[in-house]
């Protein structure tokens, strides 16, 4: 579904999978549940996410288009399963790629936002 003036009409947040129990730069990670994939990795847009790492941690974050060149990641303090705590964060994203019915995320360096 094509980005609106408002944002997307798509349902409120969306589940992304990371492979690592942290995000780092190098880092990838799957969106999934976008109607229309491929419209969102040439042209993304602002929205909200529930980050699942390798350890069944959840945690919200959300994806902001903002004025630098690249959209931003911001992650919410959680506790890994091991229980050591990572503070909230914010990220650049360096890449999106579609991948069949998912948009897979390439995390770069940190935005000091």
Same mark, same amino acid.
Do not use: K, Y
């Given at each position: 579904?094509?980005?609106?003036?408002?944002?997307?009409? !798509?349902?409120?947040?969306?589940?992304?999978?990371?492979?690592?129990?942290?995000?780092?730069? &190098?880092?990838?990670?799957?969106?999934?549940?976008?109607?229309?994939?491929?419209?969102?990795?040439?042209?993304?847009?602002?929205?909200?996410?529930?980050?699942?790492?390798?350890?069944?941690?959840?945690? !919200?974050?959300?994806?902001?288009? !903002?004025?630098?060149? =690249?959209?931003?990641?911001?992650?919410?303090?959680?506790?890994?399963?091991? &229980?050591?705590?990572?503070? &909230?964060?914010?990220?650049?994203? =360096?890449?999106?790629?579609?991948?069949?019915?998912?948009?897979?995320?390439?995390?770069?360096?940190?935005?000091?936002?």
């Amino acid at each position: 579904m094509p980005q609106s003036s408002t944002g997307s009409t !798509e349902a409120d947040t969306f589940l992304v999978v990371c492979g690592h129990t942290h995000l780092f730069p &190098g880092a990838r990670c799957r969106l999934q549940g976008l109607s229309d994939p491929q419209a969102f990795a040439a042209d993304p847009w602002p929205i909200d996410l529930d980050l699942c790492f390798s350890d069944d941690v959840v945690t !919200e974050a959300e994806l902001r288009i !903002e004025d630098t060149a =690249r959209p931003v990641h911001t992650v919410s303090a959680c506790t890994t399963g091991a &229980g050591a705590p990572v503070d &909230g964060r914010s990220w650049l994203i =360096r890449e999106f790629v579609r991948t069949g019915d998912e948009v897979e995320l390439t995390i770069g360096s940190p935005a000091w936002t």
